[in-house]
Protein backbone atom coordinates (compact mmCIF):
# COMPACT_ATOMS: atom_id res chain seq x y z
CA UNK A 1 0.00 0.00 0.00
CA UNK A 2 1.56 3.25 -0.77
CA UNK A 3 1.49 5.99 1.84
CA UNK A 4 1.33 9.89 0.72
CA UNK A 5 1.90 11.98 3.46
CA UNK A 6 2.46 15.64 3.89
CA UNK A 7 2.85 18.10 6.71
CA UNK A 8 3.70 21.38 7.94
CA UNK A 9 4.76 22.61 11.23
CA UNK A 10 5.11 26.13 11.45
CA UNK A 11 5.91 28.61 14.92
CA UNK A 12 5.55 32.57 14.99
CA UNK A 13 6.55 34.65 17.30
CA UNK A 14 4.90 38.21 17.09
CA UNK A 15 5.19 41.28 18.86
CA UNK A 16 4.07 44.72 18.45
CA UNK A 17 4.16 48.06 19.87
CA UNK A 18 3.04 51.66 19.45
CA UNK A 19 4.86 53.38 22.07
CA UNK A 20 4.46 56.26 24.08
CA UNK A 21 1.88 58.89 22.83
CA UNK A 22 1.26 62.29 24.33
CA UNK A 23 -1.69 64.86 23.11
CA UNK A 24 -1.19 68.05 25.45
CA UNK A 25 -2.56 71.34 24.67
CA UNK A 26 -3.80 73.97 27.43
CA UNK A 27 -7.11 72.00 28.09
CA UNK A 28 -6.45 68.56 27.17
CA UNK A 29 -3.86 65.71 27.94
CA UNK A 30 -4.27 62.23 27.21
CA UNK A 31 -1.12 59.88 27.49
CA UNK A 32 -1.32 56.22 26.21
CA UNK A 33 0.74 53.02 25.30
CA UNK A 34 -0.38 49.94 23.84
CA UNK A 35 1.88 46.54 23.55
CA UNK A 36 1.04 42.95 22.24
CA UNK A 37 3.19 39.98 21.94
CA UNK A 38 3.01 36.41 21.55
CA UNK A 39 3.01 33.52 20.31
CA UNK A 40 1.18 30.52 17.36
CA UNK A 41 2.17 27.02 16.94
CA UNK A 42 -0.04 24.79 14.09
CA UNK A 43 0.38 21.91 12.68
CA UNK A 44 -1.65 20.63 8.83
CA UNK A 45 -1.20 17.59 6.76
CA UNK A 46 -3.14 15.09 4.59
CA UNK A 47 -2.55 11.96 4.77
CA UNK A 48 -3.74 8.73 1.79
CA UNK A 49 -5.00 6.09 4.14
CA UNK A 50 -8.17 4.56 3.48
CA UNK A 51 -9.43 7.32 2.03
CA UNK A 52 -8.05 10.84 2.32
CA UNK A 53 -7.12 12.61 5.68
CA UNK A 54 -6.70 15.98 6.51
CA UNK A 55 -5.86 17.28 10.05
CA UNK A 56 -4.90 20.27 11.37
CA UNK A 57 -4.13 21.92 15.05
CA UNK A 58 -2.97 24.86 16.47
CA UNK A 59 -2.27 26.50 20.01
CA UNK A 60 -1.34 30.65 20.61
CA UNK A 61 -1.38 32.48 23.40
CA UNK A 62 -1.03 36.42 23.55
CA UNK A 63 -0.51 39.29 26.21
CA UNK A 64 -2.10 42.39 25.31
CA UNK A 65 -1.41 45.70 27.77
CA UNK A 66 -3.31 49.09 26.48
CA UNK A 67 -3.17 52.18 29.48
CA UNK A 68 -4.45 55.34 28.61
CA UNK A 69 -4.47 58.81 31.02
CA UNK A 70 -7.12 61.38 30.86
CA UNK A 71 -7.43 64.80 32.13
CA UNK A 72 -10.67 65.55 32.96
CA UNK A 73 -12.29 69.10 34.10
CA UNK A 74 -14.59 69.25 36.94
CA UNK A 75 -16.04 69.98 39.33
CA UNK A 76 -18.11 67.23 39.34
CA UNK A 77 -20.09 64.80 42.23
CA UNK A 78 -17.55 62.09 43.19
CA UNK A 79 -19.13 58.57 43.00
CA UNK A 80 -18.37 55.63 45.09
CA UNK A 81 -16.09 52.87 43.32
CA UNK A 82 -18.12 49.63 44.07
CA UNK A 83 -21.17 50.18 46.75
CA UNK A 84 -24.84 50.99 46.01
CA UNK A 85 -26.67 53.29 47.95
CA UNK A 86 -27.46 57.46 48.07
CA UNK A 87 -25.34 58.94 50.05
CA UNK A 88 -23.33 62.48 50.43
CA UNK A 89 -20.10 63.40 48.20
CA UNK A 90 -17.47 65.87 47.42
CA UNK A 91 -16.43 67.22 44.32
CA UNK A 92 -13.53 66.12 41.92
CA UNK A 93 -10.80 69.26 41.40
CA UNK A 94 -11.49 71.44 38.69
CA UNK A 95 -8.85 69.43 36.55
CA UNK A 96 -8.42 65.58 37.65
CA UNK A 97 -6.61 62.75 36.11
CA UNK A 98 -8.16 59.24 35.42
CA UNK A 99 -6.13 56.48 33.90
CA UNK A 100 -8.07 53.23 32.55
CA UNK A 101 -5.67 49.99 31.41
CA UNK A 102 -6.80 47.10 29.83
CA UNK A 103 -4.60 43.97 30.23
CA UNK A 104 -5.69 41.09 27.84
CA UNK A 105 -4.24 37.33 27.47
CA UNK A 106 -6.06 34.97 25.78
CA UNK A 107 -5.27 31.51 24.84
CA UNK A 108 -6.82 29.36 22.05
CA UNK A 109 -6.52 26.25 20.90
CA UNK A 110 -8.20 24.02 17.88
CA UNK A 111 -7.98 20.95 16.29
CA UNK A 112 -9.96 19.21 13.60
CA UNK A 113 -9.80 16.14 11.57
CA UNK A 114 -11.72 14.68 8.65
CA UNK A 115 -11.80 11.61 6.60
CA UNK A 116 -12.91 11.57 3.00
CA UNK A 117 -13.70 7.89 1.44
CA UNK A 118 -14.85 8.16 -2.29
CA UNK A 119 -16.60 5.34 -4.50
CA UNK A 120 -18.26 4.26 -7.68
CA UNK A 121 -20.82 1.92 -8.53
CA UNK A 122 -22.21 2.35 -12.50
CA UNK A 123 -24.16 5.24 -12.65
CA UNK A 124 -23.44 6.19 -9.17
CA UNK A 125 -20.42 8.16 -7.62
CA UNK A 126 -20.72 8.31 -3.82
CA UNK A 127 -18.90 10.94 -1.37
CA UNK A 128 -18.60 10.20 2.59
CA UNK A 129 -17.28 13.09 4.22
CA UNK A 130 -16.41 12.33 8.40
CA UNK A 131 -14.73 14.99 10.72
CA UNK A 132 -14.38 15.65 14.22
CA UNK A 133 -13.63 19.37 15.35
CA UNK A 134 -12.58 21.10 19.30
CA UNK A 135 -11.86 24.70 19.58
CA UNK A 136 -10.90 26.36 23.38
CA UNK A 137 -10.38 29.85 23.90
CA UNK A 138 -9.84 31.72 27.27
CA UNK A 139 -9.00 35.28 28.12
CA UNK A 140 -6.81 34.83 31.55
CA UNK A 141 -5.94 38.67 31.90
CA UNK A 142 -6.94 41.06 34.50
CA UNK A 143 -9.69 42.95 32.07
CA UNK A 144 -9.94 46.22 32.19
CA UNK A 145 -8.60 48.86 35.23
CA UNK A 146 -9.09 51.81 36.36
CA UNK A 147 -8.02 54.34 39.20
CA UNK A 148 -8.29 57.50 40.25
CA UNK A 149 -11.13 59.13 40.94
CA UNK A 150 -14.86 58.23 39.75
CA UNK A 151 -17.26 60.91 38.81
CA UNK A 152 -20.64 61.05 37.76
CA UNK A 153 -21.74 60.15 34.51
CA UNK A 154 -24.54 61.69 33.93
CA UNK A 155 -27.18 59.53 34.46
CA UNK A 156 -25.64 56.68 32.11
CA UNK A 157 -25.15 53.11 32.64
CA UNK A 158 -21.64 52.18 32.49
CA UNK A 159 -19.16 49.49 34.08
CA UNK A 160 -16.23 50.04 36.69
CA UNK A 161 -13.82 46.97 35.71
CA UNK A 162 -14.39 44.22 33.75
CA UNK A 163 -12.38 40.97 34.78
CA UNK A 164 -11.46 38.70 32.42
CA UNK A 165 -10.40 36.09 33.91
CA UNK A 166 -13.46 35.62 35.42
CA UNK A 167 -15.11 34.91 32.57
CA UNK A 168 -15.56 30.53 31.61
CA UNK A 169 -13.74 29.57 28.88
CA UNK A 170 -15.64 29.08 25.41
CA UNK A 171 -15.56 25.60 24.34
CA UNK A 172 -16.56 23.64 21.06
CA UNK A 173 -16.90 20.07 20.37
CA UNK A 174 -18.38 18.70 17.21
CA UNK A 175 -18.65 16.14 14.99
CA UNK A 176 -20.52 16.23 11.29
CA UNK A 177 -21.09 13.68 8.26
CA UNK A 178 -21.83 14.39 4.89
CA UNK A 179 -22.67 11.61 2.15
CA UNK A 180 -22.72 13.31 -1.46
CA UNK A 181 -23.99 10.90 -4.66
CA UNK A 182 -23.69 12.10 -8.38
CA UNK A 183 -25.79 10.20 -10.87
CA UNK A 184 -25.63 10.61 -14.31
CA UNK A 185 -27.57 8.77 -16.91
CA UNK A 186 -27.72 10.13 -21.07
CA UNK A 187 -28.03 13.94 -20.46
CA UNK A 188 -29.93 13.90 -16.91
CA UNK A 189 -27.98 14.44 -13.56
CA UNK A 190 -29.01 14.36 -10.17
CA UNK A 191 -27.35 15.25 -7.07
CA UNK A 192 -28.18 14.59 -3.64
CA UNK A 193 -26.41 16.06 -0.61
CA UNK A 194 -27.46 14.78 3.24
CA UNK A 195 -25.65 15.62 6.14
CA UNK A 196 -25.60 16.76 10.03
CA UNK A 197 -23.57 18.22 12.76
CA UNK A 198 -23.57 17.75 16.18
CA UNK A 199 -22.23 20.70 18.17
CA UNK A 200 -21.39 20.64 22.14
CA UNK A 201 -20.82 24.28 22.80
CA UNK A 202 -19.66 25.81 26.33
CA UNK A 203 -20.41 22.93 28.20
CA UNK A 204 -24.70 23.68 28.24
CA UNK A 205 -25.54 23.83 24.91
CA UNK A 206 -26.50 20.58 22.62
CA UNK A 207 -27.08 21.10 18.80
CA UNK A 208 -28.04 19.34 16.05
CA UNK A 209 -28.08 20.83 12.97
CA UNK A 210 -29.39 18.90 9.39
CA UNK A 211 -28.94 19.58 6.16
CA UNK A 212 -30.47 18.52 2.43
CA UNK A 213 -30.22 19.74 -1.04
CA UNK A 214 -30.95 17.96 -4.31
CA UNK A 215 -30.33 19.21 -7.50
CA UNK A 216 -31.21 18.17 -11.40
CA UNK A 217 -29.95 19.00 -14.65
CA UNK A 218 -30.61 18.65 -17.88
CA UNK A 219 -27.80 19.38 -20.36
CA UNK A 220 -27.51 23.07 -20.29
CA UNK A 221 -30.91 23.61 -20.83
CA UNK A 222 -32.62 22.95 -17.66
CA UNK A 223 -31.42 22.94 -13.68
CA UNK A 224 -33.49 23.55 -10.61
CA UNK A 225 -32.26 23.05 -6.82
CA UNK A 226 -33.73 22.28 -3.40
CA UNK A 227 -32.31 23.12 0.01
CA UNK A 228 -33.05 22.77 3.74
CA UNK A 229 -30.06 23.30 6.51
CA UNK A 230 -30.42 24.58 10.62
CA UNK A 231 -27.92 26.62 11.75
CA UNK A 232 -26.79 27.80 14.92
CA UNK A 233 -25.32 30.32 16.93
CA UNK A 234 -24.02 30.65 20.27
CA UNK A 235 -24.16 33.32 22.45
CA UNK A 236 -20.59 34.88 23.23
CA UNK A 237 -19.31 34.60 26.69
CA UNK A 238 -19.20 38.54 27.45
CA UNK A 239 -23.07 38.13 26.63
CA UNK A 240 -23.25 35.58 29.16
CA UNK A 241 -21.38 36.96 31.81
CA UNK A 242 -21.48 40.51 31.09
CA UNK A 243 -20.07 41.95 35.10
CA UNK A 244 -21.99 44.46 36.93
CA UNK A 245 -23.16 47.46 35.17
CA UNK A 246 -23.55 50.76 37.52
CA UNK A 247 -25.92 53.50 37.34
CA UNK A 248 -24.97 57.07 38.85
CA UNK A 249 -27.22 59.69 39.26
CA UNK A 250 -27.11 63.07 40.93
CA UNK A 251 -29.86 63.72 43.29
CA UNK A 252 -28.27 67.20 44.58
CA UNK A 253 -25.54 69.06 43.56
CA UNK A 254 -24.04 72.67 45.23
CA UNK A 255 -20.59 74.20 44.40
CA UNK A 256 -18.92 76.45 46.42
CA UNK A 257 -15.31 77.61 45.93
CA UNK A 258 -15.37 76.79 49.97
CA UNK A 259 -15.09 72.87 50.07
CA UNK A 260 -16.72 73.33 53.46
CA UNK A 261 -19.87 74.80 51.54
CA UNK A 262 -20.04 72.49 48.89
CA UNK A 263 -22.21 69.57 48.71
CA UNK A 264 -23.58 66.73 46.37
CA UNK A 265 -26.03 63.57 47.15
CA UNK A 266 -25.67 60.76 44.85
CA UNK A 267 -27.57 57.69 44.07
CA UNK A 268 -24.96 54.36 42.69
CA UNK A 269 -27.35 51.81 41.94
CA UNK A 270 -25.49 48.25 40.49
CA UNK A 271 -27.33 45.75 38.71
CA UNK A 272 -25.41 42.23 37.90
CA UNK A 273 -27.40 40.56 34.84
CA UNK A 274 -27.93 37.19 34.92
CA UNK A 275 -28.17 36.15 31.57
CA UNK A 276 -27.18 32.09 31.58
CA UNK A 277 -30.24 31.34 30.50
CA UNK A 278 -29.81 32.37 26.90
CA UNK A 279 -29.87 29.96 24.27
CA UNK A 280 -28.18 29.78 21.20
CA UNK A 281 -29.79 31.57 17.96
CA UNK A 282 -31.46 29.23 15.82
CA UNK A 283 -31.77 29.52 11.47
CA UNK A 284 -33.36 27.88 8.83
CA UNK A 285 -32.61 27.81 4.92
CA UNK A 286 -34.81 26.67 2.70
Same mark, same amino acid.
Given at each position: ? =??? @???????????????? =????? =????????????????????????????????????????????????????????????????????????????????????????? %?????????????????????????????? &??????????????????????????????????????????? @???? %???????????????????????? &??????? +??????????? %??????????????????????????????? &???? +??????????????????
Amino acid at each position: M =KLN @WTNTTSLTLNYSGDGE =KTEED =KTDYNHSSSTNYGANFSINGSLEFLGHINYSASASISKQDTKSEIMGSGPVPLVSIDSSGTYKTGYSPVSFMTSRRVQGEPVNLYARTE %ATQSLEAGNFHFDFDTGIEYSYNKNRGKGL &ITSGDVVSSANLPGSRALNFHEVPASTMLAVYHEFNTVYIQNK @WMYK %ARLGGRYDYMNKRYNLFSPRLSTA &IKYNKEF +EIHAAYGISYK %APSMLTLYPGPVYYDGTNMSHFNNNPLESMA &IVTT +EIYEPENDHLKPSKGKTL
